[in-house]
């Protein structure tokens, strides 16, 4: 591989760093509205207090969810940066205490302690390189995935924004039963696609990976669904009100 690969090798990484939120982000939407929908079709025929329902839930989450992955990725950031600057300080504090405890974590890796010494002695030269080598090796602070609050807050809202639309989609064009078989055929074979192509992603099995994301999917309408049926044979007389 050369080395001009290995660099659009760690580019992407990085640019994958989001996935977690994009994931996260689209299967919740799609799961917390498909189910919300499925159960508020359960105890009403009203079409338009489904959708307005479904949007009110679409934007509160998306607000919910981007202010939740930012507040979380920043405290990560805060908590990663304290613990790179508590490893900086006692590289240059106790340098001694930081080489014996890069030599053991070279030696666990499987390196003699010949071996280990001569490349902390020649690191040693360097301090910056030092101090990296130090932070990742001896507390496993390595730098590949840079926290970046703001993008992930902003990739969790959209995606969730977009999972939250799918299934919303069909109570727009249709009602009934239809629009609630619709709903959850749709959320179904767009859970399976992310799952496909998560599992792509991951080198795992794509039909297992997509099985896995249809099967919440089904699971999680059916409940919502069900919920719905409960509370209308509970209180037949109660109902939502078009406004």
């Known amino acids: 591989m050369a080395l001009d690969e290995i ?5 992407i990484i990085e640019s994958r760093a989001r996935v977690r939120e994009f994931v996260f982000g689209i299967q919740d939407g799609l799961m917390t509205t498909v189910g919300l929908l499925a159960g508020v079709q359960g105890a009403t025929e009203n079409n338009l207090v489904v959708i307005i329902t479904g949007l009110t839930s679409i934007f509160a989450g998306a607000v919910s969810m981007a202010t939740g992955s930012y507040l979380s990725s920043t405290a990560e950031k805060e908590i ?9 300080e006692l590289a240059e504090t106790e340098p001694y205490v930081a080489a014996e405890g890069l030599l053991n974590a070279l030696s666990e890796e499987g390196m ?3 071996q280990s010494y001569r490349i902390v002695k020649l690191l040693g030269l360097q301090h910056g390189v030092f101090l990296r080598t130090f932070q990742e090796k001896v507390f496993g602070l390595g730098t590949a995935e840079i926290n970046r609050p703001i993008r992930a807050g ?8 977009l999972g939250g639309a799918i299934p919303l ?16 055929g749709l959320a179904a074979i767009t859970l399976f696609s992310v799952g496909v192509f998560t599992g792509y992603l991951a080198a795992r099995p794509l039909f297992a990976s997509g099985a896995q994301f249809f099967l919440i ?4 309408s059916l409940f919502g669904y069900a919920i719905g049926l409960i509370v209308q044979y509970f209180f037949p007389g109660i109902t939502i009100p078009a406004g």
Do not use: H
Request: hydrophobic share 50%; aromatic share 12%.
């Open 217 to 220: 999917a089904v699971a999680a």
């Open 80 to 88: 990663f940066q304290k613990e790179i600057k508590d490893a900086a």
């Open 112 to 114: 003699t302690k010949e």
């Open 169 to 184: 989609l069909p109570y727009i064009l249709f009602s009934g039963v239809a629009a609630l078989y619709s709903s959850i």
């Open 154 to 161: 902003i990739v969790m809202g959209l995606s969730f924004i």
């Open 7 to 11: 660099q659009r090798k760690r580019e």
